[in-house]
């Protein structure tokens, strides 16, 4: 959890990526099948094209893995009520109430994270092979596919190995995509560095930090009181941390820091997704193009939902 930045409690993180190295293989994974999905095969027609996306890019990296012979299983993912995220405030004070700054929501995520049988297994193999598993899911070296982000930083990545094989079987081109999902995953956390150097976020977050200060809380902005949490797996007694989180929302309300938030949010999507809208278009069209192989993926009678 990042709380230097932001409350972020998101979905549980499973399947081939946190098994093989989390962002190494270009982001967290997670199975779709949603609850009473047949065990073998299933209708792909209740799904969104993200979802139908995922699912075929999990069955295609677990049959590659095993082509490779390692084991994996699609696992379906275990969601946590009520996760959330808060990029800026905390400003929902009835999810505050119940949750605090989200650490028991938090603790339920690690322990789903434990109870993944890809980690299990990766880290019941010997050491070299961990080490191969690695080599089959991302390459022997991160080389071979390069991307510009959006702030001039330059990404690369192996094109051998399982990923760069699902990305060209579904999306065609493994360079044109890799780039494409670099510019598209750069954009919320350049939204959130937008909107937090916005005069109109300083003004608002300083009457924020009145208000906090008032109930005894003195911190300048939000991210500071991030920065003076104890760390999720040694929390403040949870009346302590309820207190202050619901305090932190009622203010982020009363002061209007909250109203604040959402108008600059939305104003900066609109103008990334203007000022990128070449990049972006590009990665729409790969995903649209995709669906017809992903669905021909999923038509199968036995992915291991």
Same mark, same amino acid.
């Given at each position: 959890?990042?709380?230097?930045?932001?409350?972020?409690? &998101? %979905?549980?993180?499973?399947?081939?990526?946190?098994?093989?190295?989390?962002?190494?293989?270009?982001?967290?994974?997670?199975?779709?099948?949603?609850?009473?999905?047949?065990?073998?095969?299933? %209708?792909?027609?209740?799904?969104?094209?993200?979802?139908?996306?995922? $699912?075929?890019?999990?069955?295609?990296?677990?049959?590659?893995?095993?082509?490779?012979?390692?084991?994996?299983?699609?696992?379906?993912?275990?969601?946590?009520?009520?996760?959330?995220?808060?990029?800026?405030?905390?400003?929902?004070?009835?999810?505050?109430?119940?949750?605090?700054? &989200?650490?028991?929501? #938090?603790?339920?995520?690690?322990?789903?994270?434990?109870?993944?049988?890809?980690?299990?297994?990766?880290?019941?193999?010997?050491?070299? /092979?961990?080490?191969?598993?690695?080599?089959?899911?991302? &390459?022997?070296?991160?080389?071979?596919?390069?991307?510009?982000?959006?702030?001039?930083?330059?990404?690369?990545?192996?094109?051998?190995?399982? #990923?760069?094989?699902?990305? /060209?079987?579904?999306?065609?081109?493994?360079?044109?995509? +890799?780039?494409?999902?670099?510019?598209?995953?750069?954009?919320?956390?350049?939204?959130?560095?937008?909107?937090?150097?916005?005069?109109? +976020?300083?003004?608002?977050?300083?009457?924020?930090?009145?208000?906090?200060?008032? $109930? &005894?809380?003195?911190?300048?902005?939000?991210?500071?009181?991030?920065?003076?949490?104890?760390?999720?797996?040694?929390?403040?007694? +949870?009346?302590?941390?309820?207190?202050?989180?619901?305090?932190?929302? #009622?203010?982020?309300?009363?002061?209007?820091?909250?109203?604040?938030?959402?108008?600059?949010?939305?104003?900066?999507?609109?103008?990334?997704?203007?000022?990128?809208?070449?990049?972006?278009?590009?990665?729409?069209?790969?995903?649209?193009?995709?669906?017809?192989? $992903?669905?021909?993926?999923?038509?199968?009678?036995?992915?291991?939902?």
């Amino acid at each position: 959890m990042n709380r230097k930045v932001l409350i972020a409690v &998101g %979905s549980a993180v499973v399947g081939l990526a946190c098994l093989f190295g989390g962002d190494a293989l270009g982001g967290p994974a997670k199975a779709v099948c949603r609850s009473g999905c047949a065990g073998i095969g299933y %209708s792909t027609t209740n799904l969104s094209d993200a979802d139908t996306l995922h $699912a075929a890019e999990q069955v295609l990296l677990r049959d590659c893995m095993v082509r490779a012979g390692f084991e994996y299983q699609i696992t379906p993912a275990s969601a946590v009520p009520d996760q959330r995220t808060f990029p800026y405030v905390i400003d929902d004070i009835a999810w505050a109430q119940r949750h605090g700054y &989200g650490t028991d929501i #938090q603790r339920s995520l690690t322990a789903l994270r434990a109870a993944d049988p890809n980690q299990r297994y990766f880290h019941s193999l010997p050491a070299a /092979r961990r080490a191969a598993a690695l080599v089959a899911a991302n &390459g022997a070296r991160p080389t071979g596919l390069v991307a510009k982000d959006p702030q001039g930083g330059v990404m690369t990545h192996s094109d051998q190995g399982c #990923q760069a094989d699902v990305d /060209r079987e579904l999306y065609g081109d493994a360079q044109a995509w +890799f780039q494409a999902k670099v510019t598209a995953q750069a954009m919320s956390p350049m939204k959130v560095e937008r909107v937090t150097a916005d005069s109109r +976020f300083t003004t608002a977050t300083a009457g924020w930090a009145g208000c906090m200060r008032s $109930a &005894g809380y003195h911190y300048d902005n939000p991210a500071k009181a991030r920065e003076a949490l104890p760390p999720p797996e040694k929390p403040l007694p +949870f009346a302590g941390e309820r207190r202050m989180a619901v305090t932190e929302a #009622q203010c982020a309300v009363s002061s209007g820091l909250s109203a604040t938030t959402k108008a600059l949010d939305t104003q900066y999507e609109l103008e990334l997704h203007r000022q990128y809208s070449h990049d972006l278009g590009i990665e729409s069209a790969l995903k649209q193009a995709a669906l017809p192989r $992903a669905r021909d993926v999923l038509s199968g009678t036995d992915h291991g939902f």
